[in-house]
């Protein structure tokens, strides 16, 4: 697999709905996770919402988005990242490099609670950026 670029939305505690409206626009299939299902969050508040949605239309469009948790800031019209993701992990890691050099990192690369290696940034010009290695699956035997 190559890597992906996908738009990823930030929104405060409507992510399902939004999600759902999106699916009806753009049809196709909708993966939703709660924040709950993952042990992320320790505010009882969150544990129903959005931790990460994804929306694959047949068309091969592919859009994200999420509830911004309650600790970190939201502003309408700033609510989006860049999502890159994919198996290179050496491409990905080098990607990340770039992007996180002079910028700020908002969570290291590292370990994620679904099992593959991620992380978020914000580069120097202010974009948002989300970097996940797909981490294989483990062979059976």
């Known amino acids: 697999m190559s890597t992906a670029l996908h738009p990823y939305l930030g929104f405060r505690d409507n992510a399902r709905p939004a999600m759902e409206f999106y699916r009806s626009v753009f049809g196709g299939e909708l993966t939703l996770s709660t924040f709950g299902?993952?042990?992320?969050?320790?505010?009882?508040?969150?544990?129903?919402?959005?931790?990460?949605?994804?929306?694959?239309?047949?068309?091969?469009?592919?859009?994200?988005?999420?509830?911004?948790?309650?600790?970190?800031?939201?502003?309408?019209?700033?609510?989006?990242?860049v999502s890159l993701s994919g198996d290179d992990e050496a491409d990905l890691r080098r990607f990340w490099e770039g992007l996180s050099a002079e910028g700020t990192v908002t969570m290291p690369l590292g370990p994620s609670p679904w099992g593959d290696v991620f992380g978020m940034c914000t580069d120097k010009f202010g974009?948002?950026?989300?970097?996940n290695i797909n981490t294989p699956e483990p062979q059976g035997g």
Request: charged share 15%; no cysteine.
């Open 37 to 81: 299902e993952f042990q992320s969050s320790q505010d009882p508040a969150e544990q129903d919402k959005i931790m990460h949605g994804m929306l694959v239309a047949d068309s091969g469009l592919t859009l994200m988005g999420a509830d911004t948790p309650n600790s970190m800031s939201y502003t309408p019209g700033d609510n989006y990242s």
């Open 127 to 131: 974009v948002s950026w989300l970097v």
